[in-house]
């Protein structure tokens, strides 16, 4: 057997429960250690053309960066090889994953399982060594010197000028002419006016800390070496033997003994420190101006604490760093791009920086109940925003816990909390509008689940073909999956609005406001607010025709998603032919550190769906004057703000997934959520009024089930040939454009 196949070398993952991003057929990664069968089979499956070249050159990453690797075994190609190799059971599509380490392995395979949240991030983290320069540089203290790159003057710097640097450096001047006053501060006055000249634009500029030395040696030198002669043989022996030039730490303990020191820390620190959080805060909540947040923390916690007789600034071009000098700040860039990538402790800095939003929420909604500082439309936005940070810390729990979980217990916490979202804001409208007595909340309540289905199959797959298509002439995807996610669909919406087709057949239509255009008896009459009625004869049609539906409807759906998870998962499951591999080069292997253990992740979930509760709660409690006072279609608000609100960070994941040319999982992502609200979501609201009545009957609008059969089937026609492009993307995001311009001019619904 020939020294290239190896296969006691790689361990591999294999689940057969997985999706196939046929983008990524054609390549084969030259350091993967597969098996003969293997490189055989994708060779000759190149030769005859069955791989197109689709890949677009976005994937330049390191050999530890997770990748999807090409496997193609055939019976054909694999008969004249050793026994030691495996013949393959069939002509089937195989592919390989490679991850950094097991854990980030279980965390791919979910993803491509039916009905598992699909998360993006990582839940582990990676090492140092295999991270691009551009991370790197993200991640960087602002003390490493680099050879001047073009100019400093940049949009970015300019920027920090008009925003900070102008006053900042006033503000130093003044602490200066402060500190000079004191005379015994003149020192300190005079690092403030080296200071001032640097925040007013510190790009190329550099602050050192100089070192001070002992004085056994009175000549002082960068390095001692020994010195001698050229051409003379004789001399054997150095002038001097032994240079002690060693730094000493005596003077940075005496100056905090100095009286000026002490003034300092009255007079001039609190100020400058406090103007420097300032800033800083500011410029961490604007993510992109991050470098200029490090700046400023660097400088309270270390430049202004220095002696200021051992602060030197420089410029870069005049200057070349000495060997004693200490690099304390050196910045080039106030602004940069990719500080949306930036994470602390694996969680996204956007999903930090709203945090506090959801404190401030909280505190504001149950503190200030009777609205005196802030009015009920104000609670109701701050609690739909603090919805955002804690759907991303629900789902980055959910998948940390599944990563480090067998199967049974991550399809435990993906069904108990993969749609906890939705459920708890649903039901406490629900319980709101029956205390109330008020019918909108049932309605709003509805409009929002046809908004979650009409944004999950028509935005977030057409957004993801349009932004991926930018970088992706045409995109590819398992077609056969996304065959079951329709059909799942389909038999979804027509079992959600079973209930509704029957009332409109066999209900007494009812209409208000009617008048007679024609002015005689049998003419024509002109009605309004017709609807059918269900509670004719004491409400014999709906008591004993449409609620016994509605509770078959709703036992029969979860019992199908239950099939339709057996089908993907266990029967059929060569459909998502995927198989997850750990196996790294040599010397690359490295033991998984997660961002968050399972105790802490199941902790973070716990807390996260509390206060989801809490702020669901807050916006019941004050979407009140919203509906009622607002000029727009209540319709509108249901089908946009509260439906698509919660899914933000879903559809960030599906973005990210089509800008990697993997589809599949951008379509899996608005595919399940939508089954999983006819399926699960609607069926549970049903049978939660059983045991507390809300008043929930499981009749829609026509405008509702028009809209919500349109999508769908649009959807199934363009996920038909395996295959878009963005002019398809576009077609959705307009589709669903055109019916947000109908639920924005439709009427309000009855009782709103």
């Not at 033991?591 to 509760?613: D, F, N, Q």
Request: proline share 4%; hydrophobic share 45%.
């Amino acid at each position: 057997m020939s020294g290239e196949s190896e296969p006691g070398r790689r361990r591999r993952y294999t689940h057969d429960t997985f999706d196939f991003p046929r983008e990524f057929e054609h390549r084969v990664d030259p350091h993967r250690r597969g098996s003969l069968c293997d490189r055989h089979c994708a060779a000759i499956n190149n030769v005859h053309g069955d791989l197109g070249d689709m890949h677009s050159g976005s994937h330049q990453h390191s050999i530890m960066t997770p990748r999807i690797l090409p496997v193609i075994s055939t019976p054909a190609c694999c008969q004249h090889l050793s026994d030691e190799v495996q013949i393959c059971d069939g002509c089937l599509v195989k592919t390989t994953i490679t991850a950094e380490n097991e854990v980030e392995a279980n965390k791919l395979s979910n993803n491509y399982k039916f009905g598992f949240k699909k998360w993006k991030s990582h839940v582990t983290a990676r090492p140092w060594e295999d991270r691009s320069e551009i991370v790197k540089e993200l991640y960087s203290d602002l003390n490493v010197v680099k050879s001047p790159r073009g100019s400093t003057v940049t949009c970015g710097n300019i920027l920090y000028l008009l925003l900070f640097g102008w006053w900042l450096s006033l503000l130093y001047l003044l602490v200066s002419a402060l500190m000079f006053l004191t005379v015994l501060g003149a020192p300190y006055g005079k690092l403030c006016w080296d200071l001032a000249g640097y925040f007013l634009w510190p790009f190329g500029k550099v602050i050192q800390k100089t070192r001070t030395y002992s004085r056994k040696c009175s000549i002082k030198f960068n390095k001692c070496e020994v010195i001698s002669e050229v051409n003379e043989a004789k001399e054997s022996t150095p002038l001097l033997s032994r240079c002690e030039v060693a730094p000493g730490n005596h003077a940075d303990t005496t100056h905090w003994r100095r009286v000026s020191t002490y003034i300092w820390l009255l007079l001039g620190y609190p100020v400058l420190a406090l103007a420097h959080g300032l800033v800083c805060f500011i410029a961490w909540l604007l993510v992109f101006i991050i470098p200029v947040a490090k700046m400023n923390a660097r400088t309270v916690t270390k430049v202004l604490l220095l002696a200021p007789e051992h602060v030197h600034v420089q410029r870069m071009r005049k200057t070349e760093v000495p060997l004693e000098a200490e690099v304390v700040l050196c910045c080039y860039r106030a602004v940069n791009a990719y500080y949306y990538k930036y994470a602390v402790d694996g969680i996204n800095v956007f999903a930090v920086n709203l945090l506090p939003l959801v404190i401030v929420t909280l505190v504001l909604g149950y503190v200030d109940s009777h609205n005196r500082f802030t009015s009920s439309p104000v609670k109701f936005t701050l609690s739909l925003l603090s919805i955002m940070p804690l759907s991303y810390y629900i789902g980055m729990a959910i998948a940390s816990i599944s990563a480090q979980s067998n199967f049974a217990v991550g399809a435990v916490v993906n069904a108990s909390f993969g749609s906890i979202i939705e459920m708890t804001f649903y039901i406490t409208a629900l319980i709101k509008g029956s205390r109330e007595g008020n019918k909108c909340y049932e309605e709003i309540v509805k409009s929002a689940l046809t908004g979650t289905l009409l944004g999950c199959v028509l935005l977030v797959p057409g957004l993801c073909m349009v932004i991926g298509g930018i970088r992706h002439q045409e995109q590819r995807f398992n077609s056969r999956s996304a065959g079951v996610s329709s059909a799942l669909l389909f038999l979804s919406v027509g079992g959600v609005f079973a209930p509704t087709l029957f009332s409109k057949v066999y209900g007494r239509l009812v209409c208000g406001e009617c008048q007679n255009i024609t002015q005689s008896p049998a003419g024509h009459y002109l009605c309004q607010n017709c609807h059918f009625d269900l509670m004719e004869n004491n409400g014999t049609l709906y008591y004993k025709h449409v609620q016994p539906l509605v509770y078959t409807v709703s036992l029969v759906l979860p019992a199908a998603y239950i099939i339709g998870l057996f089908f993907t998962l266990k029967t059929h499951s060569h459909i998502y032919d995927i198989h997850i591999s750990d196996c790294h080069m040599p010397g690359h292997h490295h033991s998984a550190v997660v961002h968050w253990s399972r105790c802490r992740a199941l902790i973070i979930l716990l807390l996260s769906t509390l206060c989801m509760s809490a702020c669901a709660d807050l916006a019941t409690e004050h979407i009140s004057p919203i509906l009622t006072n607002s000029t727009v279609s209540q319709y509108f608000i249901g089908v946009t703000v509260l439906a698509m609100v919660p899914e933000l960070p879903e559809i960030v994941n599906g973005i990210q997934f089509a800008l990697q040319n993997n589809l599949s999982l951008s379509i899996e992502i608005g595919s399940c959520i939508a089954v999983q609200v006819c399926m699960l979501q609607i069926p549970i609201l049903v049978l939660f009024t059983i045991f507390y009545p809300t008043g929930f009957i499981l009749v829609f609008s026509d405008l509702h089930v028009y809209s919500s059969m349109f999508s769908v089937i649009l959807m199934n026609y363009i996920f038909m040939d395996g295959k878009c492009d963005y002019f398809q993307g576009t077609v959705l995001v307009m589709v669903y454009v055109i019916l947000l311009a109908v639920y924005f001019f439709a009427p309000s619904p009855a009782g709103c």
